[in-house]
């Protein structure tokens, strides 16, 4: 498993198959990083930073995934043999032969081997396989489907029969059944899966009737990504297939890295202050001294604990900058205890807004850099700037999760599903994932943009996807969300360049992201799009994406974009299907895996809000979009 698939999609509390076919899912972060030889631990390796991201999540660091290494193969020892603890889910297993159910332990390492008698003349016992249904609940919780309960219509059932897992065929879970050996009940697992709101209350099929609506079977809490197996919670569950989409929803925010004082710290102060002695010294000092740290004094101190040679090139302003940048001091430091316990959005505009005067700049620095290429005499009319963005590095940590639903969730509750034993945010860290690459970065015409915003026909096409959105919003208790025409207008066009890079520039389609900079608040207007390299390796690096971003180039990938999304090679039915709706949640309009969708890691929002009318018009209106008169 890649490093970077522990921070999503296979984070802690998700389930993923080992190459052996067993189920298990991550656990909590408090048994990462346990080594056999404490001397052979070096977590300086793992270390990362990025001041506004540690001040927003509370933390204090970024800790990569550890990579296994075998013990003497040329890495001087030190972090051999880490790995990242897993426990066994689900418990319950069954025979494929005589589909006999057994409940194992969550640190069951060996397979199950059914001990039914009907194999006793067998010379191999037959391995069990682990169930493919969970109970799953809205604030998180995870726990085994209640087979023996459901069955036995009872919460605490008094029948302790051998279970058996039948399948009588057919397309549906009608077609499972669950059979009692001792008392011969026997029940299908329809409509577990199934829930519904009544009267703003959340009820499913599991809770409602196990035994009876009277006496309904709620959730118990269960956490076994922790080991904890019991707990509070009251909230009705439902079942979930092992693999279903609505089973682990990860919550990561990502950064884009802004140095306080551009060019103040260079990439070998960086690296210094990686070491362990360097950074645990800076922070004992600055919760003594805070931003009133004399440069002299943090020399001398940082002198008794790491070799003299190492400071030798680093000077006093380049000395005291990597101190502010580490541990965030200064007059723009984020407030964080004013966001403990918010909520969390990836796009929120006061969040993004200092990436989007940044970015908008030709700022230089070694972990930001853009120039600026110039913009072809036919894209000024729609473009009011483009940067080439050399250099960008990005942070993303694991902050939580969700599951049932993908709704908001605040940052407390979040950090709790992590864990067993909560740390203080001096000590605090959560498992992130850093990508250094590079990208373009464009902003549209602001006076051309209002324009067309105003336009009746353009407000009324972007509240079709706010209806849409509001009426899916309504049905699962999600938070309401207001799609303006210039958001729905740069997700779109964000996904049509890319599909174009990805044939320009050779990129694999899942190597481009999207970072949308969308604002209409008074004093954070933004209307900026950044296309980077998402890929962590050396892919993210080639040059090909700062190259597309020179005019000529540019002007051909918008024109081919915008060309092909004229015409989608599923129309006129992408077009006219979008009338109502089409995609995840009906959230799409004239949008489709023809012409404007992405892999989902590559989008900011599963591949919902987009239009292809909103950029070049409709059959109807072919004036409507914002790029409607770019010739090819």
């Known amino acids: 498993m890649r490093r970077a698939q522990l921070v999503t999609p296979f984070g802690v509390g998700a389930m993923s198959v080992l190459v052996n076919g067993t189920s298990?899912?991550?656990?909590?972060?408090?048994?990462?990083?346990?080594?056999?030889?404490?001397?052979s631990l070096a977590l300086e390796e793992y270390q990362e930073h990025d001041w506004r991201l540690e001040a927003r999540l509370r933390v204090s660091e970024f800790r990569l995934p550890p990579d296994f290494r075998y013990q003497g193969q040329g890495n001087d020892n030190r972090n051999v043999k880490l790995t990242v603890p897993v426990l066994r889910f689900p418990r319950w297993c069954f025979c494929m032969f005589c589909k006999r159910m057994?409940?194992?332990?969550?640190?069951?390492?060996?397979?199950?081997?059914?001990?039914?008698?009907?194999?006793?003349?067998?010379?191999?016992?037959?391995?069990?396989?682990?169930?493919?249904?969970?109970?799953?609940?809205?604030?998180?919780?995870?726990?085994?489907?209640?087979?023996?309960?459901?069955?036995?219509?009872a919460h605490r059932p008094s029948c302790n029969g051998t279970l058996r897992l039948k399948s009588l065929g057919g397309g549906g879970l009608e077609g499972q059944r669950v059979v009692c050996d001792g008392c011969q009940r026997e029940r299908t697992l329809r409509g577990i899966t199934e829930a519904r709101f009544v009267n703003g209350e959340e009820h499913s099929n599991l809770s409602d009737q196990l035994s009876s609506p009277d006496d309904p079977y709620l959730c118990t809490g269960a956490r076994p990504w922790l080991a904890k197996l019991e707990g509070a919670c009251g909230q009705p569950t439902r079942g979930a297939l092992r693999a279903a989409g609505n089973v682990y929803f990860p919550k990561v925010e990502s950064s884009i890295y802004l140095p306080r004082k551009e060019g103040a710290v260079s990439e070998e102060m960086h690296e210094l202050m990686r070491h362990p002695a360097v950074s645990g010294t800076m922070r004992t000092l600055h919760s003594i001294f805070g931003a009133e740290l004399d440069v002299e004094m943090l020399r001398a101190q940082l002198l008794k604990?790491?070799?003299?040679?190492?400071?030798?090139?680093?000077?006093?302003?380049?000395?005291?900058?990597?101190?502010?940048?580490?541990?965030?001091?200064?007059?723009?430091e984020p407030k964080s205890g004013e966001e403990s316990d918010a909520e969390l959005l990836t796009g929120d505009d006061e969040?993004?807004?200092?990436?989007?005067?940044?970015?908008?700049e030709t700022p230089k620095d070694d972990y930001l850099t853009a120039t600026n290429p110039g913009i072809h005499a036919d894209l000024h009319p729609h473009l009011e700037r483009v940067r080439s963005v050399d250099v960008l590095r990005e942070t993303r940590a694991l902050r939580g999760f969700t599951r049932v639903r993908d709704d908001v969730l605040?940052?407390?509750?979040?950090?709790?599903?992590?864990?067993?034993?909560?740390?203080?945010?001096?000590?605090?860290?959560?498992?992130?994932?850093?990508?250094?690459?590079?990208?373009?970065?464009?902003?549209l015409d602001p006076g051309r943009l209002a324009a067309w915003e105003a336009r009746a026909e353009v407000?009324?096409?972007?509240?079709?996807?706010?209806?849409?959105?509001?009426?899916?919003?309504?049905?699962?208790g999600l938070q309401d969300r207001t799609l303006r025409p210039r958001f729905v207008l740069?997700?779109?066009?964000?996904?049509?360049?890319?599909?174009?890079?990805?044939?320009?520039?050779?990129?694999?389609?899942?190597?481009?992201?999207?970072?949308?900079?969308?604002?209409?608040?008074?004093?954070?207007?933004?209307?900026?799009?950044?296309?980077?390299?998402?890929?962590?390796?050396?892919?993210?690096?080639?040059?090909g994406l700062v190259r597309m971003a020179r005019p000529d180039n540019l002007r051909s990938v918008f024109a081919s974009a915008i060309s092909d999304a004229r015409w989608c090679s599923t129309d006129p039915v992408c077009m006219d299907a979008g009338e109502k709706g089409?995609?995840?949640?009906?959230?799409?309009?004239?949008?489709?895996?023809?012409?404007?969708?992405?892999?989902?890691?590559?989008?900011?929002?599963?591949?919902?809000?987009?239009?292809?009318?909103?950029?070049?018009?409709?059959?109807?209106?072919?004036?409507?979009g914002y790029f409607a008169d770019l010739s090819a």
């Open 305 to 332: 604990n790491v070799p003299p040679e190492l400071f030798g090139p680093i000077s006093n302003e380049e000395l005291i900058a990597g101190y502010c940048d580490l541990l965030g001091v200064g007059e723009d």
């Open 582 to 624: 089409q995609g995840p949640d009906s959230c799409n309009l004239a949008a489709c895996h023809g012409c404007a969708l992405l892999p989902e890691t590559s989008c900011e929002e599963f591949n919902r809000f987009l239009d292809r009318g909103m950029v070049i018009g409709t059959f109807e209106d072919p004036l409507l």
């Open 24 to 39: 298990v899912i991550t656990a909590g972060l408090d048994h990462w990083y346990e080594s056999g030889d404490a001397s």
């Open 102 to 153: 057994e409940l194992s332990t969550l640190t069951m390492q060996q397979p199950m081997v059914c001990k039914d008698k009907k194999h006793a003349d067998w010379k191999y016992k037959p391995r069990m396989s682990q169930v493919p249904f969970v109970a799953v609940c809205a604030d998180g919780h995870l726990d085994d489907f209640p087979f023996d309960k459901w069955v036995h219509r």
């Open 490 to 543: 740069l997700h779109t066009l964000g996904h049509l360049l890319i599909n174009e890079l990805v044939f320009a520039c050779g990129y694999s389609s899942a190597s481009l992201r999207e970072r949308l900079y969308v604002s209409t608040a008074d004093g954070r207007e933004m209307a900026g799009l950044l296309i980077y390299t998402a890929a962590g390796d050396s892919e993210g690096t080639m040059g």
């Open 410 to 443: 605040k940052l407390s509750v979040g950090k709790k599903l992590l864990r067993r034993e909560p740390l203080p945010p001096v000590q605090d860290w959560l498992p992130a994932y850093v990508v250094k690459g590079e990208g373009i970065y464009f902003e």
């Open 351 to 360: 969040w993004r807004y200092p990436e989007f005067q940044h970015i908008r």
């Open 459 to 476: 407000q009324a096409r972007a509240q079709k996807i706010t209806d849409h959105y509001g009426q899916v919003a309504s049905q699962r």
